[in-house]
């Protein structure tokens, strides 16, 4: 499959899994759910992930991507269809907590193949510049997911919104389709058979470390994904106003990687992931005391333009340092780790939001960035010194 047509498939299957969890949270909202409600309700995109995510991966180094891809594409088409289906007055919030199950699984299915594909496409001096490729693409899908699901929202209704995901299921679908002829790939795989612990990874101390860190990384990337629509719904922004917000955020990410090729001539990996967890923890604080339409859209610029540069270089990090053999089922356990915060997250700090309001939720992830940033430092000084002893 050819890197362009990859990664226009990553951004379909991106867009759709946005386009959902936008639309679920405001949809919810709107029906005068409480913080903690809609704390449950996204916290469960990750349930069923936290569970299986490393079985996936070792599945995918055993059978290749095409076929988890094609049943990741299928599960998030059948999620988004369940709220057009079933209706608020017949079903009340049932179908979002199902579709919220169907489209987190689904949409690990895909990512896992495609980041375990894209490494076996890249040769390790060019893997950093593939991968900011890669992310560019989810980028572009991560602005027009909640962009998109605003306009319609405001325009038509919050049922509708979910044709988007749908349509765009059915699009990747197609690409998927026409791309199978060119699903085998070279790499070494795996015997299905072959029984492995996957927490034998966290014996490899440059991946542990790199696995703890990515989990505070993406732990502040998803939970703004929580805490924008609730705090913008609170100061009276619109759907699409709030949609516009988390684009700007997605655009950030994008103007970023455009510049990563650039600035990983002259940055290490471990000095981006100190900057980028540092710019989490000021602009969340900061977040709380905004209630200008204007200032939102700039802070959530700055926030994209920090975490936006972290993957790139995580993913990077991740291949070179898993086992041979081992990636997809290394990249299913940062998952793993990934989707336990976003299971717990999303119900402590919608109980805390209940309890003490949003601010709260927004202080504590900053607390807990920068606590990143110190973690990131001491890894940081620990190389330098071991380069200096070489």
């Given at each position: 499959m050819p890197i362009v047509r990859f990664i226009s498939l990553a951004a379909l299957c991106h867009l759709a899994f946005v386009a959902t969890r936008f639309s679920?949270?405001?949809?919810?909202?709107?029906?005068?759910?409480?913080?903690?409600?809609?704390?449950?309700?996204?916290?469960?995109?990750?349930?069923?992930?936290m569970l299986i995510s490393v079985r996936i991966g070792k599945w995918i180094d055993s059978v290749g991507p095409f076929i988890p891809t094609a049943v990741g594409i299928f599960l998030t088409g059948t999620g988004?269809?369940?709220?057009?289906?079933?209706?608020?007055?017949?079903?009340?919030?049932?179908?979002?907590?199902?579709?919220?199950?169907?489209?987190?699984?689904?949409?690990?299915?895909?990512?896992?193949?495609?980041?375990?594909?894209?490494?076996?496409?890249?040769?390790p001096g060019k893997r950093a510049m593939v991968f900011s490729w890669f992310a560019m693409g989810v980028s572009i899908s991560g602005f027009l997911g909640p962009v998109l699901g605003g306009i319609i929202i405001d325009e038509f209704s919050h049922r509708l919104s979910f044709l988007l995901p749908l349509v765009v299921s059915v699009c990747a679908g197609l690409v998927l389709f026409f791309a199978q002829?060119?699903?085998?790939?070279?790499?070494?795989?795996?015997?299905?058979?072959?029984?492995?612990?996957?927490?034998?990874?966290?014996?490899?101390?440059?991946?542990?470390?790199?696995?703890?860190?990515?989990?505070?990384?993406s732990m502040c990337w998803d939970l703004q994904n929580f805490v924008i629509p609730l705090h913008g719904s609170k100061v009276g922004l619109s759907a699409s106003k709030i949609g516009f917000i988390l684009g700007s955020f997605a655009l950030a990410t994008f103007a970023i990687r455009l510049l990563m090729p650039l600035l990983t001539k002259y940055t290490t990996e471990w000095q981006i992931l100190i900057s980028t967890l540092a710019c989490a923890s000021v602009c969340f604080f900061i977040f709380p005391f905004i209630e200008t339409y204007l200032f939102f859209l700039l802070i959530a610029f700055v926030l994209g333009l920090g975490l936006g540069s972290a993957q790139p270089n995580i993913m990077t990090l991740v291949h070179s340092t898993a086992p041979e053999g081992r990636i997809a089922e290394a990249l299913g356990l940062r998952l793993t780790i990934i989707h336990a915060n976003l299971v717990a997250l999303p119900l402590i700090f919608g109980a805390f939001g209940a309890a003490l309001g949003t601010s709260a939720i927004f202080w504590i992830i900053s607390a807990l960035a920068f606590g990143g940033v110190l973690l990131a430092i001491k890894k940081k000084k620990h190389l330098n010194s071991a380069d200096i002893k070489k």
């Open positions: 679920v949270s405001l949809y919810a909202i709107d029906k005068d759910a409480s913080t903690f409600t809609v704390g449950v309700i996204l916290s469960l995109f990750s349930v069923i992930p988004a269809i369940l709220p057009l289906v079933f209706s608020y007055e017949t079903a009340d919030l049932a179908p979002l907590l199902v579709s919220a199950c169907l489209v987190g699984t689904g949409f690990t299915f895909s990512i896992l193949s495609m980041q375990q594909y894209l490494g076996e496409l890249s040769a002829k060119n699903k085998r790939t070279t790499a070494n795989r795996v015997s299905s058979s072959k029984i492995t612990n996957p927490f034998q990874l966290f014996r490899y101390k440059e991946l542990r470390d790199v696995l703890i860190i990515t989990g505070l990384i």
